[in-house]
């Protein structure tokens, strides 16, 4: 399936990109269009699903929040490399995917506010990209070039990247308009040090990243701090919080190749596959249906490993009477999902497994039911009403009052995070935010039982955690990965074969 491609699905929806038969001249660039793709990308569209006027419509949102005389610069990543002349896939800065959908390395907007010296629309949008090169293309495939970077991504000017530093050395050497003019950038203006030894020891997904800006726009890096600067982060993300209706419709079809890809590796699961077989088949799912890869590494642990939150070697052997932790999502459109489920090996529950599972899906449907703008709650008041109802149905299995520091052992993580262009779409906004309609979830609690004698021997190193996709209504909800099956009756179905796999 594909883009505008889930035509089908979305056939009724006014801003789905319509296929047409209507002749264009062939534009080639560095990835998926119409013209070249039109299984993938719809008529009018830049990216599946998303058309150009939406592109166009954040960059004005975007401009309307700086102030007059304020330039912004967002810089695109660089291939990124495993070893010499090896590079793994690339993926683009998601803030620059936002703003323009341009998918190519070594890319950077400038978005210039001057309503006097652009009075059209009061900024100027300037991509700077690498120019064709016949020569390169021959090995790397093609580029949109100067020219792509005005005819399909709408830039009102196009530079060669290797302008750029020019560009900025202009830009950081000259006064800016008035005083409340300022460089908007996420790009640091002093050169980034490595970790201390008292910041470098926290868990990998809670370490900083150093994002792998294209080499053209370091030269920030070398400059002194620059007082009239501002964080790029303190105005994008609000915008990106809100999902539109095309967004939500790309979401909804990255949440369906996710949750069927989950199906795939339910169906495949017995005693004795290994879990790397298992992540090869959630993998192979979400790309046969469509999607560009996985969104993140997956978690795939059986047995006691799922009490490893972030468990991914996936190299074990799964045993009879196990459970499966998968935590995988596929990325679609730029999109991605985020699901987790949590099945047997031998595709029967146990009784003790079955009485902690569905203590599980009690408190995640609860939460799930507090995501409507009308319920006045973010996901802090979420996290807090998942441990109190966590709290009393491990007191009840346990036959015992549990405490908040043994709960913090048994659910340590929270209840969920924003999510779109990003897995954690967007960090920076704070957990306290109430939701609003429009905004993208994830639901997710869990229970994670060590293996100690201070737990029934029935539940000791079973580790249970369900989690869904949920875009926030005004009244109600929508589940983007209902797909992924999560009642007992109905994994055990799956498990068993009764109910296949779908495309």
Known sequence: MATCAFRLLLSTRRHACIRTTVSVRRLTLGQPSHATHPHLVGSGCITPGIQTAEYAERRRRFAAAMSEGSVAVVAGYALRYATGGIFHEFHQNTDVFYLTGFNEPDAAMLLEKDSAKYPDKGFQFTLFVRPKDSATEI????????EGAQLHFGADVAQPIHRLPERLSHLLNQPLDNSSSQIITDLPTVPILPPSANNGSGHAASAPSLPAWTPYATLLSYTHE?????????????????KSEAEIAVMRESGRIAGRAHVDAMVATKPGVTEAFLHSVVDHGVRRRGAD???YVPVVASGKNALILHYVVNRQVCREGELILMDAGGEYGGYASDITRTWPVNGKFTEPQKRLYNAV????KACID?????ANISLDGIQNLAFEMLKVECSKLFKRRLGYSEMNVLYPHHIGHWIGLDVHDVQSVSRTTKLRKGMAVTIEPGLYVPDTDAYPAEYRGIGIRIEDDVVVGENTY???TTEAPKEVEDVEAVCAGLVGSRE
């Open 139 to 146: 090995w790397d495939g093609p580029r949109a070039g100067l």
């Open 226 to 242: 620059i007082n009239s600067k501002k964080p790029l982060n303190l105005i994008l993300p609000h915008h990106r919080l809100v």
């Open 293 to 295: 890869a996985l969104s």
């Open 361 to 364: 899906l009690k408190v995640q």
């Open 370 to 374: 507090k995501c409507t703008e009308r």
């Open 478 to 480: 929508l589940v983007l």
